[in-house]
T-cell receptor
Framework: GNSVTQMEGPVTLSEEAFLTINCTYT??????LFWYVQYPGEGLQLLLK?????DKGSNKGFEATYRKETTSFHLEKGSVQVSDSAVYFC??????????????FGQGTRLTINP | GAGVSQSPRYKVAKRGQDVALRCDPI?????LFWYQQALGQGPEFLTY????????KSGLPSDRFFAERPEGSVSTLKIQRTQQEDSAVYLC?????????????FGPGTRLLVL
Protein backbone atom coordinates (compact mmCIF):
# COMPACT_ATOMS: atom_id res chain seq x y z
CA GLY A 1 0.00 0.00 0.00
CA ASN A 2 0.90 3.66 0.01
CA SER A 3 3.46 4.80 2.56
CA VAL A 4 5.63 7.74 3.59
CA THR A 5 9.11 7.53 5.09
CA GLN A 6 10.61 10.53 6.84
CA MET A 7 14.05 11.33 8.09
CA GLU A 8 14.33 10.19 11.66
CA GLY A 9 14.63 12.81 14.34
CA PRO A 10 15.12 14.56 16.50
CA VAL A 11 16.95 17.22 14.54
CA THR A 12 18.70 20.02 16.40
CA LEU A 13 20.12 23.05 14.60
CA SER A 14 21.40 26.49 15.44
CA GLU A 15 19.48 29.57 14.39
CA GLU A 16 20.13 30.62 10.76
CA ALA A 17 21.28 27.12 9.77
CA PHE A 18 20.08 25.42 6.57
CA LEU A 19 17.39 22.81 7.06
CA THR A 20 16.57 19.69 5.08
CA ILE A 21 14.07 17.08 6.24
CA ASN A 22 13.94 14.13 3.86
CA CYS A 23 10.68 12.52 2.79
CA THR A 24 10.18 9.69 0.33
CA TYR A 25 6.96 7.99 -0.60
CA THR A 26 5.50 4.90 -2.18
CA UNK A 27 2.24 5.31 -4.03
CA UNK A 28 0.18 4.00 -6.88
CA UNK A 29 -1.15 6.62 -9.20
CA UNK A 30 -0.45 10.32 -8.72
CA UNK A 31 -0.93 11.43 -5.15
CA UNK A 32 -0.80 14.98 -3.83
CA LEU A 33 1.97 15.62 -1.30
CA PHE A 34 1.80 17.71 1.87
CA TRP A 35 3.91 18.96 4.72
CA TYR A 36 2.06 19.57 7.97
CA VAL A 37 3.55 21.18 11.08
CA GLN A 38 2.59 20.74 14.71
CA TYR A 39 3.81 23.51 17.00
CA PRO A 40 4.01 22.78 20.74
CA GLY A 41 0.52 22.66 22.23
CA GLU A 42 -1.20 23.24 18.90
CA GLY A 43 -2.97 21.19 16.25
CA LEU A 44 -1.68 20.13 12.85
CA GLN A 45 -1.41 22.94 10.33
CA LEU A 46 -0.78 22.72 6.62
CA LEU A 47 2.65 24.15 5.82
CA LEU A 48 2.73 23.57 2.05
CA LYS A 49 1.55 21.21 -0.64
CA UNK A 50 2.18 20.11 -4.22
CA UNK A 51 -0.37 18.39 -6.37
CA UNK A 52 1.62 17.20 -9.40
CA UNK A 53 5.13 16.28 -10.43
CA UNK A 54 7.69 19.11 -10.50
CA ASP A 55 5.38 21.42 -8.55
CA LYS A 56 7.08 23.39 -5.80
CA GLY A 57 5.16 24.22 -2.67
CA SER A 58 6.34 27.11 -0.52
CA ASN A 59 5.30 28.96 2.62
CA LYS A 60 7.02 30.89 5.43
CA GLY A 61 10.42 30.40 3.78
CA PHE A 62 9.98 26.62 3.53
CA GLU A 63 10.02 24.87 0.15
CA ALA A 64 9.51 21.35 -1.16
CA THR A 65 9.50 20.03 -4.74
CA TYR A 66 7.44 17.05 -5.88
CA ARG A 67 10.01 14.73 -7.53
CA LYS A 68 8.29 11.81 -9.22
CA GLU A 69 11.52 10.29 -10.53
CA THR A 70 12.95 9.94 -7.03
CA THR A 71 9.55 9.69 -5.25
CA SER A 72 10.65 12.42 -2.87
CA PHE A 73 9.28 15.62 -1.32
CA HIS A 74 12.12 16.95 0.83
CA LEU A 75 11.45 20.00 3.00
CA GLU A 76 14.04 22.80 2.96
CA LYS A 77 14.55 26.19 4.54
CA GLY A 78 17.56 28.42 4.01
CA SER A 79 17.74 30.02 7.46
CA VAL A 80 15.79 28.57 10.37
CA GLN A 81 14.51 30.50 13.36
CA VAL A 82 13.81 29.47 16.94
CA SER A 83 10.10 29.79 16.14
CA ASP A 84 10.42 26.96 13.59
CA SER A 85 10.85 24.45 16.42
CA ALA A 86 8.01 21.96 15.94
CA VAL A 87 7.20 18.48 14.66
CA TYR A 88 6.99 18.19 10.87
CA PHE A 89 4.93 15.55 9.08
CA CYS A 90 5.14 14.57 5.44
CA UNK A 91 1.91 13.14 4.02
CA UNK A 92 0.34 11.99 0.80
CA UNK A 93 -3.22 11.73 -0.34
CA UNK A 94 -4.52 8.29 -1.03
CA UNK A 95 -7.54 8.11 -3.25
CA UNK A 96 -10.11 5.85 -1.76
CA UNK A 97 -13.81 5.70 -2.30
CA UNK A 98 -15.10 8.43 -4.58
CA UNK A 99 -11.87 10.44 -4.52
CA UNK A 100 -11.73 10.77 -0.77
CA UNK A 101 -8.54 12.37 0.38
CA UNK A 102 -7.39 9.98 3.05
CA UNK A 103 -3.97 11.18 4.21
CA UNK A 104 -1.09 8.80 4.83
CA PHE A 105 1.48 10.35 7.19
CA GLY A 106 5.11 9.76 7.93
CA GLN A 107 6.18 9.27 11.53
CA GLY A 108 7.12 12.91 12.03
CA THR A 109 10.44 14.70 12.58
CA ARG A 110 10.95 16.79 15.71
CA LEU A 111 12.98 19.92 14.97
CA THR A 112 14.59 22.03 17.68
CA ILE A 113 16.31 25.31 16.84
CA ASN A 114 18.71 26.73 19.41
CA PRO A 115 19.42 30.47 19.58
CA GLY B 1 -13.55 32.24 10.75
CA ALA B 2 -13.86 29.42 13.23
CA GLY B 3 -11.71 26.39 12.70
CA VAL B 4 -12.36 22.77 13.52
CA SER B 5 -13.20 22.28 17.18
CA GLN B 6 -13.13 19.12 19.23
CA SER B 7 -14.38 18.25 22.68
CA PRO B 8 -13.42 17.26 25.20
CA ARG B 9 -9.77 18.20 24.84
CA TYR B 10 -8.76 15.61 27.43
CA LYS B 11 -10.53 12.49 28.57
CA VAL B 12 -9.50 9.98 31.20
CA ALA B 13 -11.48 6.75 31.16
CA LYS B 14 -11.32 3.58 33.16
CA ARG B 15 -10.82 0.42 31.17
CA GLY B 16 -14.19 -0.86 30.03
CA GLN B 17 -15.90 2.53 29.96
CA ASP B 18 -17.56 3.93 26.85
CA VAL B 19 -16.42 7.33 25.56
CA ALA B 20 -17.77 9.77 22.98
CA LEU B 21 -15.60 12.32 21.21
CA ARG B 22 -17.15 15.25 19.37
CA CYS B 23 -15.98 17.11 16.28
CA ASP B 24 -17.39 20.37 14.91
CA PRO B 25 -16.01 20.87 11.39
CA ILE B 26 -15.65 24.15 9.58
CA UNK B 27 -19.09 25.28 8.46
CA UNK B 28 -19.89 24.14 4.93
CA UNK B 29 -17.14 21.55 4.72
CA UNK B 30 -18.37 18.43 3.00
CA UNK B 31 -15.65 15.99 4.00
CA LEU B 32 -14.83 14.95 7.55
CA PHE B 33 -12.04 12.64 8.65
CA TRP B 34 -11.03 10.99 11.91
CA TYR B 35 -7.43 10.04 12.63
CA GLN B 36 -5.71 8.37 15.58
CA GLN B 37 -2.27 9.57 16.65
CA ALA B 38 -0.26 7.42 19.02
CA LEU B 39 2.51 9.04 21.05
CA GLY B 40 5.49 9.89 18.87
CA GLN B 41 3.80 8.69 15.67
CA GLY B 42 2.08 10.24 12.70
CA PRO B 43 -1.71 10.27 12.52
CA GLU B 44 -3.40 7.19 11.11
CA PHE B 45 -6.68 7.24 9.22
CA LEU B 46 -9.76 5.87 10.93
CA THR B 47 -12.81 6.85 8.91
CA TYR B 48 -14.22 9.35 6.42
CA UNK B 49 -17.59 11.02 5.82
CA UNK B 50 -18.90 12.85 2.83
CA UNK B 51 -21.82 14.82 4.25
CA UNK B 52 -23.71 12.27 6.35
CA UNK B 53 -22.49 9.22 4.44
CA UNK B 54 -19.67 7.21 5.94
CA UNK B 55 -17.80 6.21 2.80
CA UNK B 56 -14.72 4.58 4.28
CA LYS B 57 -14.29 3.02 7.70
CA SER B 58 -11.41 0.75 6.83
CA GLY B 59 -9.13 2.25 9.48
CA LEU B 60 -11.34 1.59 12.48
CA PRO B 61 -9.28 -0.84 14.57
CA SER B 62 -12.15 -2.92 15.92
CA ASP B 63 -15.92 -3.11 16.13
CA ARG B 64 -15.67 -1.23 19.42
CA PHE B 65 -15.12 1.94 17.36
CA PHE B 66 -18.12 3.63 15.82
CA ALA B 67 -18.50 7.01 14.13
CA GLU B 68 -21.50 8.96 12.93
CA ARG B 69 -22.37 12.27 11.30
CA PRO B 70 -26.16 12.15 11.16
CA GLU B 71 -26.87 15.64 9.79
CA GLY B 72 -23.73 16.10 7.76
CA SER B 73 -22.07 18.53 10.15
CA VAL B 74 -21.09 17.52 13.71
CA SER B 75 -19.52 14.08 14.06
CA THR B 76 -19.09 11.80 17.03
CA LEU B 77 -16.52 9.05 17.44
CA LYS B 78 -17.59 6.50 20.02
CA ILE B 79 -15.37 3.90 21.60
CA GLN B 80 -17.07 1.15 23.54
CA ARG B 81 -15.43 -0.86 26.32
CA THR B 82 -12.21 1.14 26.13
CA GLN B 83 -8.88 -0.67 26.37
CA GLN B 84 -5.46 0.69 27.31
CA GLU B 85 -4.31 0.42 23.70
CA ASP B 86 -6.99 2.97 22.78
CA SER B 87 -4.96 5.68 24.56
CA ALA B 88 -4.02 8.19 21.87
CA VAL B 89 -4.87 11.60 20.48
CA TYR B 90 -7.93 11.51 18.24
CA LEU B 91 -7.85 14.11 15.49
CA CYS B 92 -10.71 15.36 13.39
CA UNK B 93 -10.19 17.12 10.07
CA UNK B 94 -12.50 18.64 7.49
CA UNK B 95 -12.16 19.79 3.92
CA UNK B 96 -14.40 21.82 1.65
CA UNK B 97 -14.76 19.26 -1.10
CA UNK B 98 -13.71 15.70 -1.74
CA UNK B 99 -10.52 15.87 -3.73
CA UNK B 100 -7.00 14.53 -3.41
CA UNK B 101 -5.72 18.09 -3.81
CA UNK B 102 -7.87 19.65 -1.13
CA UNK B 103 -6.35 20.81 2.14
CA UNK B 104 -7.58 19.16 5.30
CA UNK B 105 -7.99 21.44 8.34
CA PHE B 106 -7.32 19.76 11.64
CA GLY B 107 -8.80 20.31 15.05
CA PRO B 108 -6.70 20.41 18.24
CA GLY B 109 -7.47 16.78 19.03
CA THR B 110 -8.86 14.91 22.00
CA ARG B 111 -6.23 13.23 24.16
CA LEU B 112 -7.68 9.99 25.53
CA LEU B 113 -6.02 8.17 28.39
CA VAL B 114 -7.42 4.79 29.38
CA LEU B 115 -6.37 3.58 32.81
Amino acid sequence: GNSVTQMEGPVTLSEEAFLTINCTYTATGYPSLFWYVQYPGEGLQLLLKATKADDKGSNKGFEATYRKETTSFHLEKGSVQVSDSAVYFCALSDVRVQGAQKLVFGQGTRLTINP
Amino acid sequence: GAGVSQSPRYKVAKRGQDVALRCDPISGHVSLFWYQQALGQGPEFLTYFQNEAQLDKSGLPSDRFFAERPEGSVSTLKIQRTQQEDSAVYLCASSLVWSTQETQYFGPGTRLLVL
